[in-house]
């Protein structure tokens, strides 16, 4: 006899932990050396948690020891609150927000109890399938806008005006982009802000990557610009504090009084199922957001060196493009496909993997299939991204039509 699965599990797919991983997996066991890069995971990459967050879980080790309260530690959430006022989004409290382990944590709760059965969730694409999976797991309808490449990965205002329909009820902004790494203008977010305005839609900002902004790109934080507005903004520290493993994220409730308050307790009642987010982690909430220096540093050394030599090795590979990434560690390139033999963006990451050993997530894992992309996480050092490109441009050479 087997147990089915629950028939909800049939859409939810994660390429970056998925078929292509285990394939990975399976050729390290068996004793072959592969390239990982298809995981935004500093901490396997020689990058280390800084020490004002290691003295602040040392010193206070001792309280975590029991559950907290059920949105967080009071001090955690102050300092939230505080970071996101800092921001300028106007009234940003402590009631309002919530620690979660992990922004997946608090995606998956807020899709929950935001999103009713067949309500429509506008999400970009390319996207993080975090979102489109916790959309379709509280059986609401993930509906994809265009983000251009042409136009620096920038949403499409006109393509999501047309898709915003009458079960439309909210539209998520994932800026900085994961996996573009594009950073948004004032006006294509005012743009997002005044659709939502004239159809009467939530919105929702994920915004982890804001700490990792590179080139002196200016970063708004959506809320700030719409404070009339019912938001949902979604941070952690996985990224910029090197902390993937602690699982510490938060999202914070802002704009007009009353309006999001029956999702604020449908989140609640969540949170309480779980009894409590990851305390240990939560002490270093405080520190971390006052330690800017830390990322700082990080961004002018390892991050945007190891960038750079990535993107001129990639300049000399004939038939590759790119969007070079103005936040975060990760770059898009896309396929001329002409050029090249292969059919799909699968078929092309399954053959490098196997052929060079480099493990990259094709694009349809980020929900685009427009043209022939990938995703590459530029964390290893730049001799290792350096011979990864010179692996891809053998790899490119054989595959030519």
Not at 51 to 56: G, H, M, P
Not at 187 to 209: K, S
Not at 282 to 301: I, K, S, Y
Request: include cysteine; aromatic fraction near 8%; hydrophobic fraction near 45%.
């Amino acid at each position: 006899m087997t147990i089915r699965a629950s028939d909800r599990l049939a859409p939810v797919r994660s390429d970056i932990r998925g078929p292509l991983y285990e394939e990975a997996l399976r050729m390290k066991a068996a004793g072959t050396e592969v390239l990982m890069l298809n995981t935004g995971n500093p901490g396997r990459f020689g990058f280390s948690l800084p020490e004002s967050l290691r003295a602040a879980l040392l010193s206070r080790l001792d309280e975590a020891v029991p559950y907290c309260d059920v949105r967080g530690m009071l001090d955690a959430r102050e300092a939230v609150a505080r970071y996101h006022r800092e921001q300028g989004i106007e009234g940003a409290s402590p009631d309002g927000v919530f620690l979660s382990n992990g922004v997946s944590e608090a995606a998956s709760m807020l899709a929950a109890a935001l999103l009713g059965t067949g309500e429509e969730l506008l999400l970009p694409s390319p996207c993080y399938s975090l979102w489109s999976n916790a959309a379709r797991l509280a059986d609401a309808v993930p509906v994809f806008y265009r983000c251009d490449p042409a136009n620096g990965w920038q949403p499409d205002l006109d393509d999501i005006k047309r898709k915003i329909g009458p079960r439309t009820k909210a539209i998520l902004v994932i800026d900085p982009n994961n996996p573009t790494g594009a950073v948004y203008g004032r006006e294509i977010l005012e743009g997002i802000a005044a659709l939502a305005r004239e159809r009467g839609l939530v919105l929702i900002a994920d915004e982890i990557y804001d700490r990792l902004v590179l080139d002196g790109a200016p970063f708004l934080s959506l809320a700030s610009l719409a404070p009339d507005l019912p938001c949902v903004t979604l941070n952690g520290l996985s990224k910029s504090h090197i902390v993937c493993g602690f699982r510490c994220g938060w999202m914070l409730f802002s704009g007009p009084a009353g309006v999001l308050d029956e999702v604020r307790a449908g989140v609640m009642k969540l949170a309480a199922m779980r009894l409590c987010g990851n305390v240990l982690s939560q002490l270093a909430v405080p520190a971390a957001l006052a330690d800017t220096a830390f990322t700082r540093e990080m961004l002018e050394g390892r991050i945007r060196g190891q960038r750079d030599v990535f993107c001129r090795a990639l300049d000399g590979i004939d038939g590759v493009s790119y969007v070079k990434n103005r936040a975060a560690f990760y770059l898009f390139p896309g396929l001329e496909r002409e050029r090249f033999s292969f059919e799909s963006a699968e078929e092309f990451a399954l053959a490098f993997l196997r052929e060079e050993r480099v493990l990259v997530i094709p694009g349809s894992g980020f929900d685009w299939t427009e043209d022939l992309r990938f995703r590459v996480v530029m964390l290893p050092e730049a001799p290792v991204l350096r011979d990864a490109a010179d692996a891809l441009g053998r790899f490119l050479s054989r595959h030519r039509r």
